[in-house]
């Protein structure tokens, strides 16, 4: 299903960051500031080049005008607010597009994964890796890590995840936390065929990035459960694995193609080519 394109969006200037971080929102009038807030501080501390993308999936909750206020605040802020609700697949996706950074992290509009964690991605991705992913079960494996998580979620957590290993994701231990670092063209060759525009889109994302064999990094990272969750574990976990399935067809029938060429302007040459990394 092709993602909407009908849109408001708001633009400062050409500036091109080192990072960009994409965040899809639905109705987060209530959570999104203070995880804005936390962001900003932090980055700020860090005094990198950066901006941050709000993807207003459709709200009825005020989320756009909020988000639209803090542009005028911040010229980092950026908004994109879509008239009807697509899912999160589309509104990653459009933050993606739209991204100038070299550096691509989304993140979720609760803040459950603290930004601080950014740190330890983009490690991973200096050592070498083209894709970073943040791990709630890495992390529970680990008492240095605090992971907040109630044992309903935990357990059918496991249970898919031991499903999608069968289905064709294999080697990790969490593929839908909230929280993933990508490289520009990395980033631009898997979203540029990515098509699915619900919660099955992370699935989608590793699955397409394994066939590519690009190196993925899974690095636990502190996580905290927050109120307020619009994740319904039991019946999006079903609905995840039979778009998973639609996934597999897709790639059977050569959906997903080649590999996206990035122009030669466009590429950083401190970071490494759109080319798949030998494990």
Same mark, same amino acid.
């Given at each position: 299903?092709?993602?909407?394109?009908?849109?408001?969006?708001?633009?400062?200037?050409?500036?091109?960051?080192?990072?960009?971080?994409?965040?899809?929102?639905? !109705?987060?009038?209530?959570?999104?500031?203070?995880?804005?807030?936390?962001?900003?501080?932090?980055?700020?501390?860090?005094?990198?080049?950066?901006?941050?993308?709000?993807?207003?999936?459709?709200? /009825?909750?005020?989320?756009?005008?909020?988000?639209?206020?803090?542009?005028?605040?911040?010229?980092?802020?950026?908004?994109?607010?879509?008239?009807?609700?697509?899912? /999160?697949?589309?509104?990653?996706?459009?933050?993606?597009?739209?991204? /100038?950074?070299?550096?691509?992290?989304?993140?979720?509009?609760?803040?459950?994964?603290?930004? $601080?964690?950014?740190?330890?991605? $983009?490690?991973?991705? !200096?050592?070498?890796?083209?894709?970073?992913?943040?791990?709630?079960?890495?992390?529970?494996?680990?008492?240095?890590?605090?992971?907040?998580?109630?044992?309903?979620?935990? +357990?059918?957590?496991?249970?898919?995840? %031991?499903?999608? *290993?069968?289905?064709?994701? +294999?080697? %990790?231990?969490?593929?839908?936390?909230?929280?993933?670092?990508?490289?520009?063209?990395?980033? *631009?060759?898997?979203?540029?065929?990515?098509?699915?525009?619900?919660?099955?889109?992370?699935?989608?994302?590793?699955?397409?990035?394994?066939?590519?064999?690009?190196?993925?990094?899974?690095?636990?990272?502190?996580?905290?459960?927050?109120?307020?969750? /619009?994740?319904?574990?039991?019946?999006?976990?079903?609905?995840?694995?039979?778009?998973?399935?639609?996934?597999?067809?897709?790639?059977?029938?050569?959906?997903?193609?080649?590999?996206?060429?990035?122009?030669?302007?466009?590429?950083?040459?401190?970071?490494?080519?759109?080319?798949?990394?030998?494990?």
């Amino acid at each position: 299903m092709a993602t909407q394109r009908c849109s408001i969006e708001t633009q400062h200037s050409d500036f091109a960051p080192s990072l960009s971080v994409i965040i899809p929102a639905f !109705n987060e009038a209530e959570r999104l500031p203070s995880t804005l807030q936390r962001i900003v501080d932090y980055l700020d501390r860090r005094r990198t080049s950066y901006e941050i993308i709000v993807v207003d999936d459709g709200s /009825k909750d005020g989320t756009s005008q909020l988000v639209a206020a803090l542009t005028r605040e911040n010229r980092r802020i950026r908004l994109i607010s879509s008239a009807s609700n697509m899912g /999160k697949g589309a509104a990653v996706r459009r933050g993606m597009d739209a991204a /100038k950074g070299d550096f691509r992290l989304f993140a979720d509009a609760d803040g459950a994964t603290p930004i $601080e964690e950014l740190a330890r991605l $983009e490690a991973a991705i !200096n050592a070498g890796a083209d894709l970073a992913i943040g791990s709630r079960a890495l992390a529970s494996r680990d008492h240095a890590y605090t992971v907040r998580a109630g044992r309903y979620r935990s +357990t059918l957590g496991s249970l898919f995840n %031991l499903v999608v *290993q069968r289905l064709g994701v +294999t080697g %990790l231990s969490d593929t839908q936390c909230g929280f993933k670092l990508f490289r520009r063209a990395i980033a *631009q060759d898997l979203f540029s065929v990515s098509c699915v525009d619900g919660y099955a889109f992370d699935l989608e994302l590793l699955y397409i990035a394994q066939q590519r064999r690009y190196r993925i990094a899974e690095i636990p990272v502190n996580w905290a459960d927050q109120p307020g969750s /619009k994740v319904r574990p039991w019946r999006d976990g079903m609905l995840m694995l039979r778009e998973f399935v639609h996934v597999r067809r897709r790639d059977a029938q050569g959906h997903y193609g080649a590999r996206y060429q990035a122009p030669a302007d466009l590429l950083n040459p401190s970071l490494s080519a759109a080319e798949p990394s030998q494990p």
